[in-house]
Nanobody, 124 residues
């Protein structure tokens, strides 16, 4: 079964760090633009970061720039989101997805894949 599986979420203190993983099953992530999204309770889903399949270019939302880093590990067929200097407003369910990067944002189409999400809670 083709799927994306996120992991690495949990509880972190403000100023702390977490690393999220997005692992692919039955397809190769290297061939896809990949992005991370998040959705907090009562809010719309927002794009956090994405990475290009062609040249490895990375893009970030202003709210996470300088704190989050997206990367690929081809051998592990996994995309990571390293989150540092976490803030309470980073609390959300985080999802990874395949898509196409246009105008520095990942556009997810009807034939693309989503993971099931992983909860990140930043609280003291």
């Amino acid at each position: 079964q083709v799927q994306l599986v996120e992991s690495g979420g949990g509880l972190a203190q403000p100023g702390g760090s977490l690393r999220l993983s997005c692992a692919a099953s039955r397809f190769t992530l290297d061939y896809y633009d990949i992005g991370w999204f998040r959705q907090a309770p009562g809010k719309e889903r927002e794009g956090v970061s994405c990475i290009s399949s062609s040249d490895g270019s990375t893009y970030y939302a202003d709210s996470v720039k300088g704190r989050f880093t997206i990367s690929r590990d081809s051998a592990e067929n996994t995309v990571y989101l390293q989150m540092n200097s976490l803030k309470p407003e980073d609390t959300a369910v985080y999802y990874c997805a395949t898509g196409l990067i246009l105008a520095r944002r990942l556009r997810v189409g009807p034939n693309d894949y989503w993971g099931q999400g992983t909860q990140v809670t930043v609280s003291s």
